[in-house]
């Protein structure tokens, strides 16, 4: 990112020494990215994949939101503008490499990404490294309400730098960030497509989280592709077979997958969940389908 001034260095050098475990003076505690995988994660499997930022921008961002900056991952081509825009949505374990990775590869196809850190008030989960830890302290904490203004943040964002056309808007998520997929397209009505790697369909709500996905069949108007594993034990293949249902019944565009003998987070190719066949059919699936609903 270009230095503006000396002023706004030596802010973020006073920046810098906040502990991220601390509220800075901006009520954020994550304020910004760390490097590599989650700590929970680790140690990362050997068929991880890496894609190149050659030939991108790629890096950190602050995405200005109505209570501060939100630190954020971007990726775009190093060249041209007016690209269309892909919010890509965390799992439980936040902005990490995988979720960088992801942005970069969509990039490569001449998207403008960005992931902002859902998180970023909540907790660091970057460094946390009990999974059912991460879940009760911080992402239980996390409303829906402000997941959707943080994302409408991102696309403000896009807008705003020059490179991007908001106008083909598409949105992604994968796990927490699934289930995420399915209430943004029913936030947003400008989104003209999305895609909800094995997200939470149906559940319990709470104030938290007042609504799921097949709560808000009626106002999903943008056509979602739904990509889920059938040997996904949280993911109950009727729940899937539910949200068929009521999409079918109220007449919406989008379609469900379901991958036989598949298990969760089947894309996510750093744990030994990752199944090749299953994530390649499922990428092509979807970047196919932004293509087809003018997001491309």
């Not at 081509?77 to 825009?85: C, D, E, L, Q, R």
């Not at 946390?128 to 009760?136: F, Q």
């Not at 799921?212 to 889920?228: Q, T």
């Not at 894309?267 to 609903?293: C, E, I, Q």
């Amino acid at each position: 990112m270009l230095q503006e001034s000396n002023l706004a260095a030596t802010q973020s050098e006073i920046d810098a020494l906040v502990p991220t475990t601390k509220l800075n003076r901006r009520g954020f505690i994550v304020t910004s990215l760390g490097a590599g995988f989650a700590a929970s994660v680790l140690p990362v499997s050997a068929q991880t994949i890496a894609t190149s930022a050659e030939g991108l921008i790629a890096g950190e961002v602050k995405v200005p939101t109505k209570d501060g900056e939100m630190v954020a991952y971007r990726a775009m081509p190093a060249t041209g503008s007016n690209f269309p825009v892909v919010l890509v949505v965390q799992e439980i374990f936040g902005v990490h490499e995988h979720i960088k990775d992801v942005c970069r590869r969509f990039a490569k196809l001449g998207y403008f990404a960005i992931a902002g850190e859902m998180f970023a008030r909540q907790g660091d989960v970057s460094k946390m490294t009990e999974i059912p830890k991460i879940i009760s302290d911080v992402v239980s904490k996390v409303p829906d309400s402000q997941v959707m203004s943080d994302l409408d943040a991102c696309v403000a964002f896009a807008k705003a730098s020059g490179k991007a056309n908001v106008d083909k808007l598409a949105v992604t998520g994968f796990c927490w960030g699934g289930r995420i997929t399915w209430l943004y397209a029913a936030h947003n009505q400008n989104v003209k497509a999305g895609g909800a790697w094995y997200g939470r369909l149906v559940g319990a709500t709470n104030a938290m989280n007042p609504a799921n996905p097949i709560d808000l069949v009626d106002k999903i108007n943008a056509p979602v592709l739904g990509l889920y594993g059938g040997a996904d034990g949280g993911i109950p293949n009727d729940t899937v077979e539910q949200m068929r249902a009521a999409l079918k019944k109220a007449g919406k565009k989008s379609e469900l997958t379901l991958y036989p003998d598949t298990p969760h987070a089947f894309n996510a190719d750093y744990r030994p969940s990752y199944r090749k066949a299953a994530a390649d059919d499922a990428w092509a699936k979807l970047t196919a389908w932004f293509k087809a609903n003018g997001v491309a």
